[in-house]
T-cell receptor, first 110, second 114 residues
Framework: NAGVTQTPKFQVLKTGQSMTLQCAQD?????MSWYRQDPGMGLRLIHYSVGAGITDQGEVPNGYNVSRSTTEDFPLRLLSAAPSQTSVYFCASSYHNTQYFGPGTRLTVL | GENVEQHPSTLSVQEGDSAVIKCTYS??????FPWYKQELGKGPQLIIDIRSNVGEKKDQRIAVTLNKTAKHFSLHITETQPEDSAVYFCAASRGEMAGEKLTFGTGTRLTIIP
C-alpha cells in the first residue's frame, strides 16, 4: 500500500491565484481530513470528511473548499490564494481513531 | 471547543536520560489522547495513544499517563537515543468515531544530545 499520498510537494503561488492540493489514500478509510501546520501553532483542522459525499468544516475553513466524490480522493482547493495561506498542508486518513498522515505540501503565497 | 496546551516547546536531554512532555486539555468529554512524532520533512506518525478508561500505557521505551481529574496527560521516553530527536505532538478528541476531530497541541521539539 502507498498509504496517503499528496501532490505537489512544493508550490509557489501569487496572491489571487487558485490551485488544488491533491490527496489520495489506498487504505479504504472513510474518514479523511486536511490540516495546516504553522510554526508554533501545531496542526489545525481545515476540513474533514466522514465518507464519500460528506464534508464538514474544521477550525480554520475560510479560503478553502473540499469535495469527496470517491473514498480514495480528498482534494483541497484554494479559491484565491493569500499570503496568510503560506503553510505546510497535511492530508490524513483515519481508521479506528488512528490518523495516517501524508508527507505534506509546502505552499508559499507571494 | 477543545483546547490542548503542550509544554515545553523545546527540550534537550542527554542521550540515555529520560524526557517528559506534558499536555493539558479543556474538554472533559475528550476520551482519546494520541501522541504523534514528526521527523524533519515528514508527516506526523502515531507512536502511542491512550483512552480515558486507563491511566497508563507502555510500549517499550515509551509510556503515556493520563490524569482525567486534572485533565492532563504526559509522554515519557526513557533511555533516549539520537533517533528520538523529532517534534512531538499531543492531541485530544472525543473519539466518537474514527479519527473524529483531533485537536493538537503546539508541539515539542526534542533534541537528544549525544
Amino acid at each position: 500500500n502507498a498509504g496517503v499520498t499528496q501532490t505537489p510537494k512544493f508550490q509557489v503561488l501569487k496572491t489571487g491565484q487558485s490551485m488544488t492540493l491533491q490527496c489520495a489514500q489506498d487504505m479504504n478509510h472513510e474518514y479523511m481530513s486536511w490540516y495546516r501546520q504553522d510554526p508554533g501553532m501545531g496542526l489545525r483542522l481545515i476540513h474533514y470528511s466522514v465518507g464519500a459525499g460528506i464534508t464538514d468544516q474544521g477550525e480554520v475553513p475560510n479560503g478553502y473548499n473540499v469535495s469527496r466524490s470517491t473514498t480514495e480522493d480528498f482534494p483541497l482547493r484554494l479559491l484565491s490564494a493569500a499570503p496568510s495561506q503560506t503553510s505546510v498542508y497535511f492530508c490524513a486518513s483515519s481508521y479506528h481513531n488512528t490518523q495516517y498522515f501524508g508527507p505534506g505540501t509546502r505552499l508559499t503565497v507571494l | 471547543g477543545e483546547n490542548v496546551e503542550q509544554h515545553p516547546s523545546t527540550l534537550s536531554v542527554q542521550e540515555g536520560d529520560s524526557a517528559v512532555i506534558k499536555c493539558t486539555y479543556s474538554d472533559s468529554a475528550s476520551n482519546y489522547f494520541p501522541w504523534y512524532k514528526q521527523e524533519l520533512g515528514k508527516g506526523p506518525q502515531l507512536i502511542i495513544d491512550i483512552r480515558s478508561n486507563v491511566g497508563e500505557k507502555k510500549d517499550q521505551r515509551i509510556a503515556v499517563t493520563l490524569n482525567k481529574t486534572a485533565k492532563h496527560f504526559s509522554l515519557h521516553i526513557t533511555e533516549t537515543q539520537p533517533e528520538d530527536s523529532a517534534v512531538y505532538f499531543c492531541a485530544a478528541s472525543r473519539g466518537e468515531m474514527a479519527g473524529e476531530k483531533l485537536t493538537f497541541g503546539t508541539g515539542t521539539r526534542l533534541t537528544i544530545i549525544p
